[in-house]
Each structure stands twice: as C-alpha cells, then as structure tokens.
C-alpha cells in the first residue's frame, strides 16, 4: 500500500515563451524555448521564477539549461543573474556561469562561476569570488559559501579584506 500523504514534487513550469521548437538531433527529448521581441522566457519552480533568452527544457529530466541574460529570483531578497544556468527540478541545484552576479539586502558578490543548492539554501564559489557589504568593504577568497538561512558568509583560502575608511 501506497504513501498517499507522501507530497508529490513539483515539477519546472513554462510560463512564457516567445517560440517553442524541437530539435531532435541536436537536443533529443528536449523543448527549445527562445524570447520574442516583447518578454523573456519564463520559468518558475518551487518559489524561484527564471528569465532568459534561450531555455532548453528537458521535460523528462526535469532539468533546464538557460542562455543569455539569465536571471534567477527567490522571493524579494535574491537575485542570481548570470550568461549560462544550468537548473533541475529534481534536485533543485542550480550552477550558473559568465559574469555572475549575486545580490541580497546587504551584499553583491561576483564571481564566474556559482552553485546554489536550493535544498540547503546554499550558495557557493570554488574558483575565486568578491563580495562587496554594505559599502564597509570587499572581502576576495578563492572559496566562498553564504548560507541564506543566517545569511552569513565563510571564506577559505587567499582571504583578503579591504576596509573602506570614510573621512
């Protein structure tokens, strides 16, 4: 007998898209959903909505790769923008590349590439990262996690901080 409390899993969902084609032998089981002139693709997903110019979605997997201008949203206090996201529903881990951007209330952090673990509310960088706080300083590290939940940072190797002295 069956779980019948068990919460089924939310699946990713199109919201918006300009063009919808299918490409099977360049993308085999996959959706390509490209903007129009007016919006961006759309997607959401368990409290995140996702903008791009190009999203190929993989409905069986449950996973989608965006391009250009992506933009990730997690309620009002998180906006994750970068070139390339890689995103699955299944996991609900997100890895995002080219010109990373991440800002919350109290800090912007850039980086190249980026990993947000959804699950953890988790977020964090292994190839070298800055983070700008509340115009006191920029602290760089070559490793880098911030943790959503207490909204806290953790630096690890080649840690340099820059302390900005208002006169």
């Known amino acids: 007998m069956g779980n ?3 919460q089924e899993r939310r699946r990713i969902k199109i919201d918006t898209a300009g063009f919808l084609t299918i490409n099977e032998a360049k993308y085999p089981g996959a959706i390509i959903l490209t903007r129009d002139d007016m919006n961006p693709v759309k997607i959401s997903h368990d409290g995140i909505i996702m903008w791009c110019n190009q999203a190929i979605y993989y409905g069986e997997e449950d996973f989608i ?8 949203k997690q ?17 609900k881990l997100a890895f995002a590349s080219g010109n990373v951007v991440l800002t919350e209330p109290s800090s912007v952090l850039t980086t ?13 960088y292994r190839n070298k990262g800055k983070v700008v706080r509340d115009t006191s ?12 939940e207490t909204k806290k940072y953790r ?7 820059v302390i900005q002295i208002m006169l």
């Open 75 to 91: 309620g009002d206090t998180i906006n994750l923008s970068s070139n390339y996201m890689e995103y699955s529903g299944v996991t």
């Open 4 to 6: 019948t409390n068990a």
């Open 65 to 72: 790769e965006a391009y250009g201008n992506v933009i990730i």
């Open 137 to 148: 300083g920029t602290i760089t590290s070559k490793i880098g996690r911030y943790y959503l």
């Open 155 to 161: 630096f690890i190797e080649n840690v340099k901080l």
């Open 112 to 124: 190249d590439t980026l990993y947000f673990n959804r699950e953890k509310q988790e977020i964090f």
